[in-house]
């Protein structure tokens, strides 16, 4: 690979000559502008390279994804001596391509290169000036060692990071071309306006346009075409100035362009335009013309031999991607609003105008650049091909005359360049958002070590399609059976695959392509609505920097390629209740004024539901009932530690067995014996547990060391502890230290609720029963519950027990309260109680002591959840959490409030 050093000086040298060729040699400039160009060009390369470098090993084959397509040895070596079949599923080379679903059909076509052939399209599919100069690059890295080339994929299979580095030069040589076009826009709109200024910010411009930059990220034929393109520009401009330049060179330009792709065919039409405009003989026109023409399809041909057979496929293919003629500008106009950002947008199309309207004598060079972006912009919106990239052929001269204009209009400065800079920042961080895409770990990657980490052998997994490696998570094909369901919703009801995948290519889940079928779209509404399936686990990752993130609907689909968002359902537990929640229903604030929270009322006998709130409970209770409360009080449980190698720890106290011993649960790695600490604690793991806890000997006692805590939130909740949680994740009543999650329910309690329910008559009691983490836990096969504390003094026993002799209800606030109760029944009567109890109460369960339940809205395949259904009966709960659902209550911990009676 070039050093640095001298790959900067290899550019200089080559823009040098270009800023030379365009000087006219009694330009009587001063050295040190000519040196300032070089400083200017030098500036643009080393931002772009550094822009378009970073996460230039984004998506590809490694070790680290082998681990999740192979979960076991045995299991790459069966992939392995199946390449001895004919035919091959899709799937099968995923393990070798990267996350992007065209770089490694450049691979594929050197693969498959066989000279008799070569007139044949079927062999290559993308253009040879690209295809040749990568393959011969190749060849000359090999022959240094540098990569592996081998027939037998095999190699690849078992070696994926040699295969990644043929993927990563490919990638270098179109940042190389991505760079090129920066320096060019740059000299381009300085020869047209005649301003460095307007040329560096028209450059910057483009390097952040997010179209643009994520392009000039993969190995692919679009930035090279472009590339070439500009030159062309460039040269045309100098002709339409009035410099000399060789026709043949101005066709041979036009021919690579076109040999990269069959769609820069059209670039012909600059010379066409260039030769037309030029203040020439008509004799010379046509000349000119005619020795273009013949050079361009001289070196179209030379570099794309198979032209005629790919035309032919062109427009008669068949398929999703067959060219058909059908006009959608609008299509195209939103590739630019979000490959360009919509502030961009409008500077760059008011430019535009700006010269239609105010300038008379448009000059040749601007009518050249304007001509090309209408004559391409129109005519690629005839084609329906329907992807973002298509257009990136008009964004750098787009550009250079949006924003050179701008740069021209001298009245109203101020207001200008407060335009021209609002404008630039917003497109800087906007197209840092998408390029932080690159940089962080994939959410295919993430998916794919979800499902290794939680999805156990042998489960089925449903999808629509043969899997893609750029639409879905990698995972082993061999360790979990594969349920191919097509588009069809029947298939599914058929298989019934206990999990199912969908991206945001096979479903309308944000962001997904603007173009997606409508056939997608109604299989993923039958898909939700059915009921058959919730969001198990759901991946997504938005364009986010500085603060800003920028989250859309839909977008082009070759926008969505860095980043689906992908989503595991699980099956149904039909067993007991189980639902799909949507996400923006899970409360994550609570109400600054708790009895403002909704209450739903649910009648078990009748099943009538009334929809009240909170504030108003006393209207359903009467003088004598007995309300029991969970006076628990939350501890500050999570802190943050150091290992003794740096790492980061997460520590949860989770019951304390000690002066200085808790047992807790840690995030992160560590092993008996070893130490961590923070600026005032330190803790040593003395063991693990068999169920995966810790206990951890800590330096200070247990009143200390619940001040450098914080509050713990429960995981549901999606953002950070602040200083409101610490009052409201609490109960007004709370008092004794020991939970680490609130008794939620009574949130929605104030000192005034209590004060009008012991004037209507209504005795209210307490009982202690410190939550555990288990409280969040989801129940499996297993149907086991860990023990919780409790303690039920005497005066609380009698209060229940004298209530119950006179007929009067017991109302349980919260499912802590119920569990407590039963577990201290007795007779049907209420003991005293202190101990523990690992009471799980499901269908079946008879209820002995409580009446009524206040509760929240649970989630699925929750503890909870199963009390409720055993309590109030499956059908009825499932009719009051569908109306939940449908009127838009506050789910969760500081969701709205349920009344069972």
């Not at 917003?426 to 939680?454: D, H």
Request: charged share 25%.
């Amino acid at each position: 690979m070039l050093d640095t050093p001298s790959f900067l000086a290899f550019y200089f040298n080559i823009y040098q000559c270009i800023l030379y060729s365009s000087v006219k040699r009694d330009d009587k400039r001063s050295f040190w502008k000519k040196m300032r160009d070089k400083y200017i060009a030098g500036i643009l390369i080393i931002l772009s390279m550094a822009v378009f470098i970073t996460g230039l090993n984004w998506g590809l084959p490694s070790e680290k994804l082998n681990g999740l397509y192979f979960s076991k040895e045995e299991h790459l070596t069966k992939h392995i001596s199946e390449l001895k079949e004919t035919e091959l599923p899709r799937f099968f080379y995923n393990p070798i391509r990267t996350y992007h679903p065209d770089e490694y059909f450049i691979l594929k076509c050197l693969y498959m290169i066989k000279i008799p052939d070569i007139f044949n399209f079927s062999q290559f599919s993308i253009g040879g000036a690209f295809l040749f100069l990568y393959g011969a690059i190749l060849f000359i890295l090999y022959k240094l060692n540098f990569i592996s080339i081998t027939k037998d994929i095999a190699f690849y299979f078992l070696h994926p990071e040699k295969i990644a580095r043929m993927y990563i030069v490919g990638r270098f040589i179109c940042v190389l071309y991505g760079t090129g076009i920066v320096i060019l826009t740059y000299f381009l709109t300085k020869k047209i306006f005649k301003s460095k200024i307007a040329g560096f910010f028209s450059s910057f411009l483009l390097i952040f346009s997010p179209l643009f930059l994520l392009n000039a990220h993969y190995m692919y034929v679009d930035i090279p075409g472009v590339f070439w393109m500009m030159i062309l520009l460039f040269f045309c401009v100098k002709y339409i100035n009035g410099e000399k330049i060789n026709p043949l060179i101005i066709g041979f330009l036009s021919g690579m362009s076109a040999g990269n792709k069959l769609t820069f065919i059209l670039t012909f039409f600059i010379p066409l335009i260039t030769f037309m405009m030029a203040k020439e003989e008509p004799r010379k026109k046509i000349k000119n013309i005619s020795l273009s023409f013949l050079s361009f399809s001289i070196t179209l041909f030379l570099t794309t031999p198979y032209l005629f057979s790919a035309l032919f496929h062109l427009f008669h293919a068949e398929g999703k991607h067959a060219t058909k003629f059908s006009f959608i500008p609008g299509f195209y106009i939103l590739c630019l609003r979000y490959g360009l950002g919509f502030p961009l947008f409008l500077l760059l199309l008011s430019g535009l105008f700006i010269t239609f309207l105010f300038e008379r004598n448009i000059s040749s060079d601007k009518k050249l650049l304007i001509l090309w972006i209408l004559f391409y912009f129109f005519t690629m919106s005839c084609l329906s091909l329907k992807f973002a990239r298509y257009i990136l052929p008009v964004i750098p001269p787009f550009i250079i005359i949006g924003t050179g204009k701008w740069f021209e209009f001298q009245k109203y400065k101020f207001i200008r360049n407060v335009l021209i800079i609002s404008v630039g920042v917003f497109t800087f961080v906007y197209g840092m958002a998408f390029e932080t895409l690159f940089i962080r770990e994939n959410v295919r990657t993430e998916a794919g070590l979800w499902i290794k980490e939680n999805i156990k052998p042998q489960s089925d997994i449903g999808v629509t399609e043969i899997p893609w490696q750029f639409q879905l998570p990698p995972f082993d094909y061999y360790t979990y059976p594969v349920a191919v369901s097509g588009y069809r919703f029947e298939k599914v009801k058929e298989k019934r695959p206990l999990y199912f995948i969908l991206s945001s290519f096979q479903a309308p889940i944000p962001p997904y392509p603007t173009s997606l079928e409508k056939k997608r779209m109604n299989f993923y509404r039958e898909f939700i609505k059915s009921g058959l399936y919730r969001e198990e686990k759901r991946f997504e990752r938005y364009p986010s920097f500085a603060g800003f993130t920028f989250k859309f609907r839909k977008i082009p689909e070759d926008m969505v390629y860095v980043n689906p968002t992908i989503i595991i359902f699980k099956k149904m537990n039909k067993e007991i209740f189980d639902y799909n929640l949507p996400k923006e229903l899970i409360a994550q604030y609570p109400l600054k004024e708790r009895e403002k929270a909704r209450l739903m009322v649910v009648d078990r006998k009748s099943g009538n539901i009334i929809e009240s709130i909170f504030e108003k409970l006393d209207g359903f209770l009467q003088p004598g009932e007995v309300i029991v409360l969970n006076d628990s009080k939350v501890i500050p449980a999570r802190l943050y530690f150091r290992k003794e190698t740096g790492g980061k720890l997460e520590v949860f106290l989770l019951r304390n067995k000690g002066e200085y011993i808790w047992e807790v649960l840690i995030r992160g790695k560590i092993k008996p014996g070893r130490k961590f600490y923070s600026s005032e604690v330190e803790g040593e793991v003395l063991e693990k547990t068999e169920k995966g806890s810790y206990i951890v000997r800590f330096n200070l006692e247990k009143e200390k060391i619940k001040e450098y805590g914080e509050i713990p939130l429960p995981p549901y909740i999606k953002r950070e502890p602040q200083p409101e949680d610490m009052e409201y994740y609490q109960t007004v009543y709370a008092k004794k230290e020991g939970s680490v999650a609130a008794p939620t329910a009574g949130l929605h309690f104030t000192e005034e609720i209590l004060k009008k329910l012991e004037k209507k008559g209504v005795k209210i009691t307490f009982l202690t029963l410190h939550i555990g983490w288990a409280s969040f836990k989801i129940i499996r096969k297993e149907e086991k519950v860990d023990e919780e504390f409790f303690e039920i003094p005497e005066e609380t026993a009698e209060v229940i027990n004298e209530a119950k002799r006179s007929g009067k209800r017991i109302i349980a606030v919260g499912t802590s309260c119920v569990r407590a109760l039963e577990s201290a029944e007795k007779d049907g009567k209420v003991i005293p109680f202190k101990g523990f109890t690992n009471l799980f109460i499901k269908k079946g369960h008879i209820f002995k002591i409580v009446d009524a339940l206040i509760t929240n809205f649970h989630l699925p395949n929750s503890t909870h959840l199963y009390l409720v259904c055993a309590f109030a009966g499956k059908e009825l709960m499932e009719k009051a959490y569908k109306l939940a659902v449908e009127k838009r209550y506050r789910f969760y911990s500081y969701g709205d409030a349920m009344f069972i009676i």
